[in-house]
């Protein structure tokens, strides 16, 4: 299997930028992403007033029912105004990633060994994007068989909405139900557009920064008396990729706090309603729960590379041949050892490390969440007394 070019790789992620006014390697914000985060804003707005309007009612399910469109409409606000002010920063990182990316593909030896890792990743953007759009096309267009549905059961017209939000005016007229319901599904697919974007640009990223690591402890392992003055250039390619995941620690760290975050209030929500609700919420919430932890998955997995593959550096160059160098060489190799114990990380704004072990915290938060909620929880038929 042929590797793709590093534009092939970009291309959706390009195409998606430019979608919501940002167009990649051009410093100025168009107009239309403006408007989008308005339209996105005002829904959110809408869905927050809604659920706030259930909060006297005290049934946690039904506000867990609210929640996660919520959560998922914040998160990608957060997320998208986050990344805004260094989109440069992206660009910037994108560019020296390519370079390197080119570099290597030239030699057939570091083909093979970053090809399965950029196939992978060229494969996830792909299902991750295609994914996210069937389940929001069959959320939002799903609203007018309900209501097709209800006309012939019961011969009445219920004017359902795929969101439940508060507007300052009735929606039982086919003249306003089509406004409220076009701005509903174009915020949902706005959302979408943000959030899964922002994801796939994470993975492609880290994934690069760690096939240059894992280039680099190749090179490593191969140190010998006759190539030894390769050392010093790779000692400066080690560092030039140590600054760029610096990079990337700082463009993602606040996006991954908040993943962080808002995906356990959502995991746990989800969770109630799946075992608190009714039979016709499963489905609903079941694609909206692998969405979730898919997504917190894929952060934790390319956070856990990025460790791994930094300390392989280190790992690399102990089994090369050190003990045949000059002293003067094994001194310099006992420093990129001492910093490869040091690796790389990703982290949630210094808060925790984006890892496997994040990952296993996420849902033992979500459980714990889950388990006072349903400790609390009476069903309304219990409290009718």
């Known amino acids: 299997m042929s590797l793709p070019r590093f534009e092939d790789l970009f291309k959706q992620i390009k ?25 996105l804003l005002l829904m959110v707005t809408e869905e927050i007033l809604f659920l706030a309007s259930k909060i006297s009612t005290e049934d946690l399910l039904v506000i867990t029912q609210l929640a996660p469109c919520c959560c998922i409409g914040v998160l990608s606000l957060l997320k998208v105004v986050c990344l805004v002010p260094k989109r440069n920063k992206i660009f910037s990182l994108t560019h020296s990633l390519k370079v390197l990316y080119i570099d290597s593909i030239k030699e057939m030896e570091k083909r093979e060994i970053i090809r399965d890792n950029i196939n992978f990743v060229s494969l996830l953007s792909k299902y991750f994007f295609l994914l996210n759009a069937v389940l929001i096309s069959v959320y939002n267009f799903s609203t007018p068989l309900f209501i097709l549905y209800d006309y012939i059961k019961t011969n009445e017209i219920v004017f359902r909405l795929p969101y439940d939000v508060i507007v300052p005016f009735r929606v039982d007229r086919w003249s306003t139900w089509s406004v409220v319901y076009i701005h509903s599904i174009s915020s949902g697919f706005i959302c979408v557009l943000f959030f899964t974007t922002i994801d796939i640009l994470y993975c492609i990223l880290t994934s690069h920064i760690c096939n240059n690591f894992a280039l680099i402890s190749n090179d490593l392992l191969k140190i010998n008396c006759e190539n030894v003055n390769n050392l010093k250039n790779i000692i400066k390619q080690h560092q030039h990729i140590m ?122 938060s979500s459980w714990t969440y889950f388990t006072i909620l349903k400790t609390v929880y009476k069903p309304p038929e219990n409290t009718s007394t």
């Open 15 to 39: 195409t998606n930028f430019w979608l919501f006014g940002i167009p990649y390697d051009q410093p100025k914000i168009h107009i239309r992403f403006f408007i989008l985060i308005i339209g």
């Open 243 to 364: 600054q760029l995941s610096q990079e990337l620690e700082d463009i993602f760290s606040l996006p991954n706090l908040f993943n962080v975050l808002v995906g356990s209030v959502e995991i746990c929500a989800l969770g109630f309603n799946l075992t608190m609700g009714s039979l016709t919420q499963v489905p609903g919430c079941v694609l909206f729960l692998i969405s979730v932890l898919l997504q917190i998955l894929m952060m934790s997995v390319f956070g856990e590379n990025l460790i791994r593959e930094s300390k392989n550096v280190g790992d690399a160059v102990y089994f090369s041949d050190w003990h045949k160098l000059d002293v003067k060489t094994r001194k310099i190799i006992l420093i990129i050892i001492t910093r490869a114990h040091r690796p790389q990380i990703l982290t949630a704004y210094k808060f925790s490390t984006i890892s496997y072990q994040s990952f296993t915290k996420i849902i033992s």
